[in-house]
């Protein structure tokens, strides 16, 4: 899973990524994924203790970010469409916060923006019971260099825990919030519960099956990037058994 929210920030020119897991799980993500030159890139890892809210993430970044803008992806967040890449690194604003919405049909399960007649963000609402607007907030947002500082300075919510929607109606309230529909052409898919992740399974199986590409194959997009060579992949497909996936980058070599 985590190969995907991985290819959307490599797709957007991201190479730096801090990976933040919960202790039990860290050991896995180093296993699988190493420091990340094998992709091009380079990956950190740090720990968050206890489920204390998203926004604690940029806390758990401070060093990390160094005082440098960033864009965070939510692990269990799909992301796919013609030329996403391209469309996130053009929106991308110097200043300020900004989120990518998505219309969906069902808000009372998201973070909605409401918007008004003159398209102007008006507020954001967490899994409103009543109707606000069917534009979902996706677990995909940039951030400037001040976000560590902000977060540090929210109050928790009733639940203990640093919202994301906080630090959100905080650029909002301050004029500093900017967003980006999704296009209709792209699909975003939030694989949070057992139904959405085999929704996500089926759609995926369906697009590699049907077009014979790969929707996450890191060194595809680390080799199209030309951040790592042919050498290197040469390698990986040597020092692996052989199966679906390596006969692709095989594949890919010979094409």
């Known amino acids: 899973m985590i190969y995907y929210p991985i290819s959307t920030l490599m797709l957007a020119g991201i190479r730096e990524i801090l990976i933040i897991t919960t202790p039990h799980d860290q050991s896995q993500f180093i296993e699988l994924l190493g420091d990340g030159s094998n992709f091009g890139l380079t990956l950190n890892y740090a720990i968050q203790e206890e489920p204390k809210g998203l926004a604690e993430a940029f806390i758990i970044a401070e060093d990390f970010l160094s005082n440098d803008c960033c864009m965070m992806i939510l692990g269990d967040n799909i992301f796919h469409g013609a030329g996403l890449g391209r469309e996130i690194s053009k929106v991308i604003p110097s200043s300020g916060a900004h989120i990518f919405t998505y219309e969906v049909s069902n808000p009372s ?10 398209n102007k963000l008006v507020s954001i609402t967490e899994k409103p019971t009543q109707f606000v607007s069917n534009l979902a907030i996706t677990g995909l947002y940039f951030f400037d260099s001040k976000v560590s500082t902000i977060a540090k300075n929210i109050k928790p919510s ?4 640093l919202e994301i929607t906080s630090l959100l109606n905080f650029y909002l309230e301050n004029g500093q919030l900017t967003r980006t529909a999704l296009s209709r052409g792209t699909a975003w898919l939030d694989t949070g519960n057992p ?4 929704d996500a399974a089926i759609f995926i199986r369906v697009v590699e099956e049907r077009t014979g590409l790969k929707i996450a194959c890191l060194e595809e997009i680390a080799l199209t990037n030309n951040w790592v060579d042919r050498v290197l992949i040469q390698e990986l497909i040597r020092n692996n058994s052989k199966n679906e996936y390596f006969s692709y980058l095989e594949k890919l070599l010979n094409r």
């Open 109 to 118: 399960e998201y973070g909605v923006l409401e918007i008004n007649h003159d």
């Open 158 to 161: 009733k639940r203990g825990e």
């Open 195 to 198: 139904k959405s992740l085999s």
